[in-house]
């Protein structure tokens, strides 16, 4: 259950412009009173029988609960942060940084929510509205936040614990589009962030831009964590303790060993954060963490497996909390179209009917995956289709497989299926589909490389390979020019490049819901050569002591922005 006291969810509505949008949050609230809507102002063209939207956000039973302040959250991670910078890699692992781009050092202007109402997909933060009134124009309000009052820092007597202004914003976004920092298309060539006046910006794309508010690698909100000006420098930022805007405030750091943060007094949501503070310590050996966990030195355990999980949840009983959620993890058989005979689309659809996925699931990874569509049900800002809406395409039909496969154009000659030799999992879910796939008539050769040949055999067209594994992917895969390393998953369909053409570009969210959800079911009734086979179940483990947790900024409650976490001490 997610717990909600504090700002409202919500994302651009979308429908056609006709008139302006205003997206609103309303502060802290009462629980379960928040609401945003979308006001109209400027033309008159309303239609008189559309209804005003509102998102609300409903209690859950851990609400009612009285937060209670104080208390330091332990947690701990098998690898240390290299530096403090969130724009240089590698700034997205370990669970440090995580926690220090997303709910610790740092805030950002808004944030996604993991939720399966298009809706309710954007989290306003440092920013107090956002106008739309075009498809390519972003009004944004911004709150008065305060940078830390930092003594630790060096650049804290340039900073001065002064109020975050627009001019921030606008200095990030210049010093991010330059390397080494990290950045993308959009913010590099498409967008431009103007400061109208200290606490109102303008964003202005070239193109409507549907993902504008991902902080994926097509959205603005990519690298989004607010700095101090003073402090654009890739030296100051990796090296100087860091100043933020943040619920929390950097106190120490062993270097191999710990980090200690502290509550930030001028936080601003009243009264937030309720923790005093959070400690991070470095045990590299999972059983060791296990342990740490068991005793009680830990308030928080990411499972190796469900084995692990359940037998923690047995032994340990009301003390912990088990989450398990879907995460976007998971493995696709990729088929090189550049090769015969995968240029016939009864030989693609022999291949998806004789892979046993569920074989796959129940032996590799003990029962503890499922079947998924191209998007796995934790993507939600891609409104994910379901297995079962394509199931009659590409369910598991032996022996229509090998009917399809006999009717092809291949010739009997053996495929390689290339993987990678430093993946157990992989190489054993390669040996089973390898195996499936002998049964309905191909010939193939599992051949294990060291990582670096292998990228170097299946990234680039035509690619040195029949078959191979893939993870999951996203929508730049599918398009004939896919912009990435790796090549080799699209259907060079023009019908889909415009499909996906225009779901990039479509600002309106129940429109791109629709789009996206045709992508999803054409990728499989025309048998595209990424074949998605399952995706993985994440299982986590929480002391009972911590509440608060917002399961929608995070399905494991560990990422997003958590203001409401809260220790029962």
Request: hydrophobic share 40%; with cysteine; glycine share 6%.
């Amino acid at each position: 259950m997610t717990n909600v006291d504090y700002e409202s969810y919500w994302n651009v509505r979308a429908r056609r412009l006709s008139r302006r949008r205003l997206l609103h949050g309303v502060g802290v609230t009462a629980v379960g009173a928040a609401a945003v809507s979308l006001v109209g102002c400027g033309d008159d063209d309303d239609d008189a029988n559309e209804p005003d939207l509102v998102a609300t956000a409903a209690p859950s039973a851990q609400a009612t609960e009285q937060p209670r302040a104080g208390g330091v959250l332990r947690q701990a991670d098998g690898a240390d942060p290299t530096h403090f910078s969130p724009f240089h890699q590698p700034a997205d692992a370990p669970l440090w940084n995580v926690w220090r781009r997303h709910s610790g050092y740092w805030d950002t202007l808004w944030s996604m929510r993991e939720s399966d109402d298009p809706l309710n997909q954007v989290q306003l933060r440092l920013a107090e509205s956002i106008e739309q009134p075009d498809e390519l124009t972003y009004i944004v309000k911004m709150r008065e936040a305060f940078f830390h009052n930092q003594p630790l820092s060096a650049s804290n007597s340039k900073v001065n614990g002064r109020m975050l202004t627009a001019e921030d914003v606008v200095a990030r976004y210049a010093f991010i589009r330059k390397p080494p920092a990290v950045s993308n298309t959009l913010i590099n060539s498409q967008l431009t962030v103007t400061a109208l006046e200290p606490l109102r910006l303008q964003f202005k794309t070239s193109v409507p831009a549907g993902l504008f508010y991902e902080a994926s690698n097509s959205g603005a909100m990519l690298r989004g964590q607010e700095v101090p000006r003073e402090m654009l420098d890739e030296e100051t930022l990796k090296n100087d303790v860091p100043i933020g805007t943040g619920l929390f405030m950097f106190k120490s750091i062993q270097l191999g060993s710990s980090e200690e943060a502290v509550r930030n007094p001028g936080y601003f949501l009243k009264d937030h954060p309720y923790l005093a503070g959070k400690q991070f310590t470095l045990v590299p050996d999972p059983a060791a963490r296990e342990v740490a966990f068991r005793a009680g030195q830990l308030d928080y355990l990411e499972f190796v497996d469900v084995k692990q999980a359940d037998a923690v949840t047995a032994d340990m009983g009301s003390r912990i909390k088990h989450i398990a959620f879907p995460t976007s993890k998971g493995i696709s058989c990729v088929m090189n179209l550049k090769r015969p005979p995968f240029n016939d689309v009864r030989v693609r659809e022999a291949v998806y009917r004789g892979i046993d996925v569920d074989r796959l699931i129940r032996i590799v990874w003990f029962g503890d995956a499922v079947r998924t569509g191209y998007f796995s049900d934790a993507a939600t800002a891609r409104f994910p289709l379901g297995y079962k809406a394509v199931e009659q395409y590409v369910g598991y039909d032996k022996a229509r497989a090998k009917q399809l496969l006999d009717a092809s154009n291949y010739d009997g000659h053996t495929l390689a299926f290339v993987i990678p030799n430093d993946t157990p999992s992989l190489a054993d879910a390669a040996r089973l589909i390898a195996e499936d796939l002998q049964a309905i008539g191909f010939k193939t050769e599992l051949q294990p490389e060291a990582r670096n040949i292998f990228l170097k055999r299946i990234s680039p067209k035509p690619g040195d390979f029949d078959f191979t594994l893939a993870g999951l992917q996203d929508y730049e895969l599918a398009q004939s020019k896919t912009g990435n390393f790796f090549k080799n998953g699209t259907l060079e369909d023009p019908e889909i490049d415009a499909l996906l053409a225009s779901i990039i570009t479509t600002v309106d969210n129940e429109q791109r819901k629709v789009q996206s959800q045709r992508f999803e079911l054409l990728m499989a009734q025309r048998y595209s050569p990424l074949v998605p086979l399952l995706r993985t179940i994440g299982h986590v483990g929480w002391s009972s002591r911590v509440k608060g947790l917002d399961f929608e900024a995070s399905k494991a409650g560990v990422g997003g922005w958590q203001p409401n976490m809260w220790l029962d001490t």
